[in-house]
């Protein structure tokens, strides 16, 4: 096993005239004074000096950035064993993370990254950031301080499947790292190859981004466009264009550096970390480091990294309408009792009835462009057996686990079979209602909605859409489709991934029906435990509490509908 050899403080005070002993010894004293820290050498102490121009301050910070990340976000700094590590061995195959051998004209050094497995069920971010902070850690101590650092990505085979793979809280503090708490000096930042894929990212990663670093982000769509900041092609691997050689060449000699100092890292995670009991004043955690608005909001639940990846790509990673859908998704589930208690799938009497009366199921296969698809349709056609109510009861408990299970997506398709639906049906409709649902899946439910289709509708249809349409915004009603016929569905939805009582090929309507009810009932806990757990505690909303009032007004305040 190789030692990790950093460059003498000797050394680097000949490569560097403005790093002075004086600023090297005044570093060892706050150190002296900081209990909490790993020990630190002084060729360790050069490297964060320098990054930092030789600021005592902002170095001071770097270093306790740097230790207290390393100690706080296990998923990227712990079980870094090069050669056992099974995760690690998976990314070796999936990406290459290493440093290049020739400089920028400036002078500068770069790092490169690319996919080698293209496959996006094979890609995981957190592992890829565990890999690249190992390549990073061999690259900084070994070489020591360099003039300036260039991140250079070849996007190349991404597309939609990785994005889906990437978690917002994730690249917050990998990005929170690289910007507060590694030791260099960053001088650029580019991805070639780029795509439209590209853009989705950036919106998931520009709110992460302090303006120092998005002015050194560029985007090329080519590789050639990088000459233009003094980068030249020819230091990348072959199969960017350059003549650095074969990436997975490149990348074996890489891998077996990290594999020949498999002690190094074992050992640095083991004595190099923050030690919060003996910190001065309170002891941080990953939610002092990481604190998200969600941690600002008292009033919401307790909400997780894939459900916030939900809502943020509902919202195409915008973050103000993301809180907005947070709040709206919650208050509705907390004021809206009718659709979201009683919701035990085995033990209510209203659901059992409501599975007999209607069918909620998605759909396996998705459309062309990728949507999933959520299908519903009349089982038992007596409007006397026909509840509104426990309609949207079973049909959000079925959106619920769709969403959760497949996450995100490029978009989603509602579909109802309404055959057999008749006027007695629309009698059992209450505008309230219809405004409660329709204002959820407008404004509060983390989906993109990319069509509202009605088949095989009646005149009865008509009647129901006009007490609909007083609810629905414009984008919604653009999306709003009628089919009196299976003819134009094709346009939207292909037939054979229907029942097969549709001319599909999905399978009998019941068995899927039955598949389904036996998912809802494996999730009972978890039905049981959301009821109780995932709603707004409106004592400790900050300003004035919400009712259902605020949200839709008073009941029977409806002025008479025009119905034609």
């Known amino acids: 096993m190789a030692k990790l050899q950093m460059v003498s403080l000797a050394e680097e005070m000949k490569k560097n005239p403005e790093l002075k002993e004086a600023d090297i010894q005044s570093l060892r004293d706050w150190c002296q004074k900081q209990p909490h820290l790993p020990q630190m050498t002084d060729s360790e102490l050069a490297l964060f000096l320098h990054s930092n121009y030789y600021r005592l301050e902002p170095t001071k ?39 290049l051998e020739r400089t920028t004209k400036d002078g500068y050094d770069v790092i490169y990254g690319a996919l080698s497995d293209f496959e996006p069920s094979h ?61 260099v000096r960053l001088k650029g930042f580019h991805f070639v190859n780029t795509n439209p894929v590209m853009d989705i990212l950036m919106n998931i990663m520009r709110p992460f981004m302090k303006k120092e670093l998005l002015d050194i982000l560029h985007l090329h769509q080519s590789v050639n466009a990088i000459e233009e900041f003094n980068i030249p ?48 004043g309170k002891a941080k955690s990953a939610t002092d480091l990481f604190g998200n608005w969600c941690a600002k909001q008292p009033f919401l639940p307790k909400i997780s990294d894939s459900e916030l990846a939900i809502f943020l790509h509902s919202n195409y990673y915008l973050m103000e309408p993301t809180k907005t859908t947070i709040d709206t998704f919650y208050t509705i589930r907390t004021h ?27 759909l396996e296969k998705r459309t062309r462009e990728g949507y999933t698809v959520i299908m519903g349709q009349l089982l038992d056609r007596d409007p006397a057996n026909y509840t509104y109510n426990d309609h949207i009861r ?12 497949e996450g995100t997506t490029n978009g989603h398709v509602i579909c109802f079979d309404t055959a057999g639906v008749t006027v007695g049906h629309a009698a059992r409709l209450n505008p309230m209602g219809l405004k409660k649902f329709l204002f959820y899946l407008q404004e509060g439910l983390p989906v993109r909605l990319k069509g509202l289709h009605f088949l095989n509708t009646s005149p009865a249809m008509d009647l129901i859409l006009s007490m609909m349409k007083p609810f629905m915004k414009k984008e919604l009603l653009d999306m709003l489709h009628m089919h009196s016929s299976m003819d134009s569905v094709d346009k939207f939805i292909p037939i054979e991934i229907l029942p097969n009582e549709l001319g599909g090929k999905a399978g009998p309507l019941m068995e899927l029906h039955n598949a389904q009810i036996k998912k809802l009932e494996s999730f009972r806990d978890w039905f049981l435990d959301e009821e109780t ?19 839709f007004g008073v009941e029977g305040s409806f002025k008479k509908l025009d119905i034609d």
Request: glycine content about 6%; proline content about 6%; overall charge positive.
């Open 336 to 362: 809206v009792p009718e659709f979201f208690t009683n919701r035990d799938p085995v033990g209510s009497k209203e659901l059992r009835k409501m599975f007999n009366t209607v069918c909620i199921m998605p």
């Open 61 to 99: 910070n770097t270093i306790d950035t740097f230790y207290t990340v390393r100690t706080h976000v296990p998923e990227f700094f712990s079980n870094r064993d090069p050669v056992n590590a099974k995760d690690l061995l998976q990314m070796f195959k999936v990406v290459m993370n290493m440093p």
């Open 123 to 183: 890609y995981d971010y957190t592992f890829n950031m565990k890999l690249f902070g190992m390549v990073m850690d061999l690259w900084l101590y070994g070489k020591g301080t360099m003039k300036g650092h260039v991140i250079l990505v070849d996007l190349k085979g991404l597309v939609m499947g990785h994005v889906a793979r990437f978690s917002p809280m994730a690249l917050k503090r990998f990005l929170y790292y690289l910007q507060e708490g590694l030791p």
């Open 394 to 405: 079973d049909l959000c408990m079925c959106m619920d686990l769709w969403m959760y299970q």
């Open 533 to 551: 757990r995932a709603k707004i505690d409106e004592s400790k909303r900050p300003g004035k509490g919400k009712t259902a009032t605020d949200l």
């Open 233 to 280: 092609v020819d230091i990348l691997p072959n199969e960017s264009g350059g003549k650095a050689g074969p990436a997975k060449e490149l990348f074996a000699a890489e891998v077996k550096k990290l594999e020949a100092h498999r002690e190094w890292f074992i050992q640095e995670e083991k004595t190099q970390r923050i030690d919060e009991s003996k910190r001065p």
